[in-house]
C-alpha cells in the first residue's frame, strides 16, 4: 500500500494515488492529468478507480479525461445530479489489491460530500486512512456558504454529524488526508502540516473544539468567506464534466509590436504576474498586475471566460508556464500569448510604460499626521479589516475593487494597502484602468505598520 | 538555434525539434507523442510547424494528434494524396525564429518523399543542416523496394538524382538528420553514428560509393529487404491519419488464474519478452517468444492489430512498460493485460510450464558428424544465408515461419537457428505452437558457430 | 512541514528527509547519499541535523559524508561510543523551521537506539510524528538478537518499556516512521504499509498484542534471526564512521575474453544477478546466482570486503546500477566489473557455459514417489522450515551452505528447494562450485509443492 | 558513438560526453560535476578519460575531483607545467569503445591549447569531429590576449596555423564542437549556433575570412577585451588543481534581522540579483545589484575570493540554487546564506529600504535639450562605445568602476547607462555605494535610445 500526494500549488489542492498489487486509484483529479498518467506508467499501474470527494467550486476537475483514457469508472456522492459517473452511499465498497476503500457519505461542506476509508482486510478491520474532501483539514473544517446564507444552518448541521458521528469515530490512529492544504480559498486556518490523523486534529484543529453541536454551527455561521465569480463557472463544468481542451494551451510568443496590436482590440486582458515591485518600476498601460503566486487565487475575481489572455512574465525561471497551468486549473483556455522576452523587449523598443509610486509606512504616517488630502483604502478581507485597519481607512475587499463604483474624485491621491503590498498593487493596477492617477501601493502594508509600532484600529 | 533528436528504440527512428526564439518545428513525430509536450512545456516554446518527410512504413505517425492540441500545421510531400495537411513543392520556404526552413522535395524511398533544410539568413544563406527522412541514413541509403519489382528502376533512378544532384551539392558542411539509425527495417547497413555530414557520408557512405547513375540504380536493385505484413497497416493508418487512441493502452495484471482463462479464448495472443534462456526454462504453452528489444521488430510479422495481446515480461525492470510502448508505436492498441508477477506467479501457482532445450554448437556439430536424422532451419534473412549458412539446413526467414506449411514430420528432431539465438527462440516457440515437439534452439547461432571454427557454405 | 520518505529497496531501509522554512534533517541517511543532496538543492534547503536511530548493522550509514558537505551535525544515543557525532538523552531538543525535534532514547534492538518525535509548537504541545528507528515497525518488532543470546532477555525487556511506556503513550493519532519496510533482515514480519499510526500498531501490530510484559519478552526470544556475516563488518564501519569511497564504483565494461582472464585469478567472485530461469539455462562456470532483488539479502552471506567482485546481469533494464548500487549500500567497493553485453556475449564467443536443470513439484514428487536415490536439500530459514518441510529432506540454511563440509557423495543427484525457486538457484550455483554434478532446483518451490497438494510435514 | 554537449549557462561554457560500447570520455568538464556523474550512471558507462582543451581561465574546472572519484586519466596540452595530468603531443592517440581519439597540438589561445579529434577506424580514417577548445568558436575565434600585449603578435600567428594548417584541412564535413557558446567573456562575437561543421565556418565564420596570415594577425590584434579580476585565481586553480569545496554550498536561510547583523560586519558583500526593475523600487543599502543570468559575468568583477557573500533572490523560482551554481563555477565557496523570503521579508519586517530612479531616454533627452546640469556615463565596453554613444557622456566600463576613483561631485545627478539597463543597474548600485545620492538608471539604455531615433555619436 503506497499513497501519494499531489499537491497543485496555488489553489493548494491536494489529490492522492492510492497503489496497491499494480492497480490503481486516484482521489480528485486535477485537470492537467498527466501527471497521474506519468505515476501510472513509471509505476506500471493499472487506474482501476477515479474517486470524487465533492463537485470542487476551485478548480475544473479531471476526472473525465482521465477515464476515457484509462477506462477507470468515476465515483462520487450521490446527492448531486451529476451528467457522469456513478453515485455512492454509505458503505459501499470497493477492493483495489488487497485494500479495501468504503464509501462514506459526509454531507456539510456540500450536500454530496463522500468520504473514502481505507483499510487492509488482511490486517484488520480498522481504518487506517480516510481521504475527508472539504469536510475536514488540518486546523480547519470546510466552508459552509456555497449554496448562501440559507443554507448554513442545515449545512452546519449536517457537518457536525459528519465530522463527530461518523468521521471522528474511526479511530484516533488514522492518518487523514484532506483536498486542501495552507492557501486554499475552501477554508481559511488550514495549517501547513502534510501529515496529521484524526486524533491530531481531534485534541488541535480549533475548529473541533467545540462542547454542543449548536457550539459549532453557531461558530460556522460566524466564518466570512469570499466567493470569486469564476466558481460558478467551476460548478457547471464539474456538474457536467468539462469537455474543454485537455492540454493546457501552447504558448505563443509575441513581439511587443505585435502584443501592442492585440491589447488594444477589445477583450483582451493582460495580466502582468512579476512583483509588486518591479510592476511599480514600468508596466504596461492597462495591465493587471496580480503575482505569479497569487493567480490561482485572484485571477478568478478578474478574467472571464470569454476573456483573450496575455501574459508578462520574468523572461526564465519557468513563470511562464506555471502561469499557464494556474489559469488551464481554473478552465481558462484561451491564453492567446505571451510578452516575449519579458518586459525588457517592450521599453527597448521604447514603447511606453508606467510606474506606480510605492511608500513606505513611514511615509504614510507622515501624509496621514500632516492631514495630507489623501484616501486610504484597505483591501484586505473582511476578516482581516475587523482584526484592526489604519485609522481613516476605506474598505473595498481587492476582489471587489473592479466592479464597484468608487465615488473616489480622479485627482484625488490613493493610497492602496493590503498586508503586504501584493493585493494592493492589484488594487493599485486596477485604480489605474479606473483612470486613477494619483495611486499609491503602500510597501509591506499591515505588517510592516504593525512592526513599525503605529496603531491598528 | 538548437536541434534535439528524439531516437525511438526498437523502431530505431529518429524524430528531431527544432527551436529558435521561442517557437519550434518537430519533424516526423512518433505516436506516444508526450516526449513533444514536455520539451515544449519545459523549455516554453510555441509548435508551429510539424514537418513529415514521407508517410512512414514502419510506425503509426503521431502529426494529427500533435497539430490537434498544440495548433500546428502538417506539412509533407504533394506527390501523395494524404487525407491532411499541406502539400509542399520545392523551395516551399518557413520561418522559425530566426531560422529559415526551405522543402526540398528528393523522391527515392518514395515518390513524396521531402527533405527539409536549415539555414540561418542572418549568417548567411548556406545550410547548415539538412532533415532526410529515409532518402541517405550514416552509412546507407533508403529502400526502393516499397511500391514493388516493377517500380524499383523507377525509384532508385529518382533517389540517385535526390540524392546526387539537389542534397550533396548543399555542400560538405552540412549536418545531416536522417529518420533512422542502426537496426531500422528501413535500412540495411545503417551505422552507429549518431552525428554526420554531407561531406563525410559523400566520402564515407558505402552506398554513395559509385561511379555512375547507373551504377547506383543496378547496386540498389539488388538489395533484399522484408516486408512485414504490419507495414500496410501503417500505410493505411498514416495515409489516412491514424484516429486510434492517443495513448498507450493501460496495464491490467492478470493473475495466473486469470491470465488462463483468457488466453483460452480464440484471439488472444500471449507474447514472452523475456531472453531466449529463460524462455527455454519455462514458459506457457502457446507463448510466443520475442526478446524485448526485437519486439518491435518481430513483433509485426507475429501480432495482428485484430488480436487480443496479453504479455509476459519480466517483474520490474520497466519491461512492461516499454513493451507497450514498442506496440504502441506500431499500431496494437488492444494489449489486454499482462501476467502479474512475472512467469514465476505462474509456476507458483503449479500452472504447467514447457521448455525448450538449447544445443550449443559443439552439441549440433557432434549430431551432424554423427549423421543424426535431424532437420536444420536457418530463419535468417536472405542475405544472412547468402553469405554462409550450416551445411544441411534449410532455410525460412523467421518472419515467413508461422505462414509456411511445412513439410517435416512432427516427429522430427529440429534445430533452429539463426546468428545468435534470439530469432531462433521464437521460431523454436512458433514451431512448438505448431505442434513440433523436438525443437531446439541453437545457443549463439551462426556467430558461435563461427567462432568454434566450423563452416559456413 | 514536511516529511519525505526515502526508500531503499534491497535493504527495505527508510530514511527520512524533515523540512520546515528552508531548513531540512535527515535521518539515518543511506551511503549513496546523492539523493539527500539532489533534494535539498532542488528545494533549496539548508541541512542542519543528521539524526541516528541506531548504528544499523545492515548497510554503510552516509552520514559523516553527508556531514562533511553540508556542515550539518550527526547526532545519535550516547549508550554506544560512536568515533564521530555527539551523543543525545531524553528531552534533547532541536528546533528546524517552526518544528521541534525531541530525542527518547528507546533501548531494545541496540543499547543506544533513540527515537525522534516532532511536534508543531506553535499548534500543539503533543507529538504528531516518531522515528522509531528499528523499535517498532509496521506490523513487527525490532530483533533483539544482535548482541547474542546472553543479551536477550535484557533487550526484550528494555524493548517492552520503551515500546509501552514511552513510545505508545505519545498518543494513537501520532504518525509511526520507522526505519524498515517489508523485507527487511532487521525484522521477519514486517507489512507492506508505508503508512501507519501509533493507534494502529497498538491494535494491529500482531507483536504487541501482549498483556504482560514478560509474555512480550518470552515472545521475542524465541525468536529467530539469521545473522549475515557482512553484519560485523556494518557494525564496524558504522561505529567508526566509514572513510571508503563515497560514490558507487564505476562500472568497467569487461569482454567475454577479459572476464574469462580475471576470473581465472584468485579473489574473484562472479556474481550473476539474472533469474534463475535463465541461469538454469546457460551461465558461467564457478558463478553464484542471486537474482538482482535478492542482492542486498543474500550477497552478504557469499561475498567478502576483500573480494573483486565481477558481475553478470542482463545487458540493459539498468540491472548493473542497480546491483552495484545494492552492493555499495553493503560496504563492497571493489566492483571490478561486468559481463558487457551479458551471458550473450559470453556464448556468442563460443565459450563453454553450463546448465543447471529444474524440477516441477511433480517431477520431484514422482522420483520421491518412486524411491529414487536423491538427496533434497530444503534451503529456507529455520522458522519456515519448522512450519512445514517436504518429507525426507534435509535442512541448510542457504547462507550456511557455503560454509557447511557437506556429507553427500559427489555422485548423488541433488534437488535443492526454497520457498519459489530463487533461494534454491543461489543454493545450487553453491553446490555446483563444490564440484556437485547432478544439482537439481525446483521450480516454484514449496509454494508450488503446496498447491499442487502435496503434503508439507 | 554519441555525443553530448552539457551547456553551462553564465559562463556559456561547453563540456561534452564522449561515449562508445560502454566506455566514455569528458572534456573540459565543469566545477559541478554530478551532471557527469549521473549520465554516467544512467547510461552505465565507465569514464576512461578526462580530456582538457586549455588551462581555463573563466571557471573552475573539475577535472580532478571527477578522475578522483572515476578513476580516469586527466590529459591536457604539454606546453604548460600543470601539476597534475598528463600532458600530450600531436597524434598521442586513444581508443574508446570503436572510436580513435587523435589529440592535435593546436596553440593560439594559449601556448598549451589542443584539439581532439574523433574518428572511427572502422569507418573510415577521416575525422568525423573536432573539439577546438577556445581556438575556433561558431563565428568567432578565441582571444589572444590573454598574456598581455607583448605576446599578442605570436599568438596570432600561432592561433592562424593552428586554424588554417591543422584544423581546417580535417575537411569540410567534420562537425566541430567549441567550448564556448553565445555570451560568454571568451570570445566577442561567437553566434547562437548550437551545431556546426569547419565547412561552414570556413566560408561563413568572420573571423575566418581573411586572405593572408598577416591580415589575420593585424585583426585580432585590434580586438578589445575584458580581463575580469577572477581570471587570475581561475588561472591559479586550473594549474594546480583545484582542491576546494567539491560540492555547492548549502544554503543558510538567514531572517531580516540576521542578515542586518551579518551585513554590518565587514568583507560582507550583499549581492541582490533580481531584475533592474525590482531593485530600482526597494532594496538593501549597500548591495549590489547584478540580474541573475548576468551573475556569471560580473559576479567576478565585484566579489573577491574571500568575501563572504550574502544573496537576496526572488523567493521561489529556483533563482537561489542558479545563483549559487554560478558563483560556485567560478570559484566562490562562501555564500554564507541569503535573504529567507526576499526583499519582501526584508520590508515587512519594516527595515528600511532604498531606490533607485528609472528615467526612460525621453526623460534623459529632455534634460540634455534643456541643458541640465547631469553628468551622463556610458558603463559599456570600449567597442560598444566606439561604435556609438549619447553625446555628452563620459565612459567608464562597469568593471572598472568599482576601482575608479571619480572626480564628480557628490551632489551632482548622474545618469547611467548602458545597451538595456541591467550593467547601467550594477553601475548605479556601485555608485550608491559610493554615496551618490542622485543616481538614474536609463531604461532601455542605447537600444530604447536608438529606437526613439535619437543620435548616438
Given at each position: 500500500m503506497k499513497v501519494k500526494c499531489i499537491r497543485s500549488k496555488g489553489i493548494a489542492h491536494n489529490s492522492y494515488i492510492i497503489e496497491s498489487d499494480g492497480e490503481a486509484a486516484v482521489i480528485?483529479?486535477?485537470?492537467?492529468?498527466g501527471v497521474y498518467l506519468n505515476h501510472l506508467a513509471r509505476n506500471e499501474l493499472k487506474l482501476k478507480y477515479i474517486f470524487e470527494t465533492h463537485r470542487n467550486e476551485d478548480y475544473v476537475i479531471g476526472s473525465q479525461s482521465l477515464s476515457k483514457l484509462t477506462g477507470a469508472g468515476i465515483y462520487h456522492g450521490s446527492n448531486l445530479n451529476f451528467e457522469y459517473g456513478t453515485g455512492l452511499s454509505d458503505n459501499d465498497e470497493f477492493y483495489l489489491g488487497h485494500l479495501k476503500i468504503n464509501a462514506l457519505e459526509t454531507p456539510g461542506?456540500?450536500?454530496?460530500s463522500i468520504s473514502y476509508i481505507v483499510s487492509i482486510p488482511s490486517l484488520s478491520?480498522?481504518?487506517?486512512?480516510?481521504?475527508?474532501g472539504d469536510l475536514i483539514f488540518a486546523g480547519d473544517t470546510g466552508r459552509i456558504d456555497l449554496y448562501g446564507d440559507k443554507h448554513e444552518y442545515r449545512l452546519s448541521s449536517m457537518m457536525y454529524d459528519s465530522i463527530?458521528?461518523?468521521?471522528?469515530?474511526?479511530?484516533?490512529?488514522v492518518i487523514m488526508c484532506p483536498a486542501h492544504g495552507a492557501?486554499?480559498?475552501?477554508?481559511?486556518?488550514?495549517?501547513?502540516?502534510?501529515h496529521t490523523t484524526l486524533g491530531f486534529e481531534k485534541k488541535n484543529n480549533p475548529s473541533l473544539q467545540v462542547s454542543t453541536k449548536n457550539e459549532f454551527i453557531q461558530m460556522k455561521m460566524k466564518e466570512k468567506h469570499r466567493y470569486p465569480p469564476y466558481f460558478k463557472q467551476m460548478e457547471i463544468y464539474n456538474l457536467s464534466g468539462f469537455h474543454g481542451s485537455k492540454h493546457p494551451p501552447s504558448l505563443s510568443p509575441l513581439s511587443a509590436t505585435e502584443l501592442k496590436k492585440r491589447f488594444s482590440q477589445q477583450s483582451h486582458v493582460l495580466i502582468d504576474t512579476r512583483t509588486p515591485e518591479d510592476f511599480s518600476t514600468a508596466h504596461i498601460k492597462g495591465s493587471y498586475n496580480i503575482w505569479l503566486d497569487g493567480l490561482a487565487s485572484f485571477g478568478g475575481w478578474i478574467i472571464s471566460h470569454n476573456d483573450n489572455v496575455i501574459l508578462v512574465t520574468?523572461?526564465?525561471?519557468n513563470c511562464l508556464t506555471k502561469a499557464v497551468k494556474y489559469l488551464f486549473r481554473l478552465?481558462?483556455?484561451?491564453?492567446?500569448?505571451y510578452l516575449k522576452g519579458g518586459i525588457e523587449s517592450w521599453y527597448l523598443d521604447n514603447l511606453p510604460v508606467e510606474s506606480i509610486s510605492v511608500l513606505t509606512v513611514d511615509d504614510l504616517k507622515s501624509k496621514i499626521d500632516s492631514n495630507e488630502d489623501i484616501e486610504v483604502l484597505d483591501v484586505r478581507d473582511d476578516n482581516e479589516w475587523e482584526l484592526g485597519h489604519i485609522r481613516g481607512a476605506r474598505h473595498i475587499y481587492v476582489g471587489d475593487l473592479e466592479s464597484t463604483e468608487l465615488?473616489?474624485?480622479?485627482n484625488k491621491t490613493i493610497v492602496v494597502y493590503c498586508s503586504t503590498g501584493k493585493r494592493s498593487s492589484l488594487a493599485a493596477s486596477i485604480l489605474k484602468r479606473k483612470k486613477y492617477k494619483n495611486v499609491y501601493n503602500l510597501l509591506g502594508g499591515t505588517t510592516a505598520w504593525y512592526k513599525a509600532g503605529y496603531e491598528l484600529i
Open positions: 480528485d483529479p486535477r485537470r492537467d492529468f461542506h456540500t450536500d454530496e478491520d480498522e481504518a487506517i486512512m480516510v481521504f475527508t463527530f458521528n461518523k468521521i471522528l469515530p474511526l479511530g484516533d490512529g492557501g486554499s480559498v475552501c477554508g481559511g486556518n488550514i495549517n501547513s502540516m502534510e520574468y523572461d526564465g525561471y478552465g481558462y483556455d484561451n491564453i492567446e500569448g465615488d473616489i474624485s480622479h
